[in-house]
């Protein structure tokens, strides 16, 4: 699973990312690359990006940082943030 982002109340993906990664901050520089890249591709309107991340193991502090930028264009877009957290 890790990252879907899709029309909200709807199965149509728009990007599936981080395929392999359940690593929060590996999916995050993903997304933050796709929304990079992409957002005149996207008209605005209800989405959701999904990130599925398993908890590192030994963590303590630190991690992902959503910058202000992807914040923004997600905002602009109507993209929500659902993280989904896995166990092992």
Not at 16 to 27: C, F, I, K, N
Request: net charge negative; proline share 6%.
């Amino acid at each position: 699973m890790p990252i879907y982002i899709k029309v909200e109340k709807s199965n149509e993906r728009l990007a599936h990312l981080a395929r392999e990664s359940w690593d929060l901050p590996t999916q995050i520089i993903e997304l933050e690359t796709w929304l990079f890249e992409n957002p005149l591709n996207l008209t605005p309107a209800n989405y959701v990006a999904d990130i599925g991340f398993s908890i590192r193991e030994n963590a303590c502090g630190g991690g992902a940082i959503l910058s202000p930028k992807a914040m923004t264009i997600m905002g602009n877009l109507g993209i929500k943030l659902y993280l989904s957290e896995y166990g092992d």
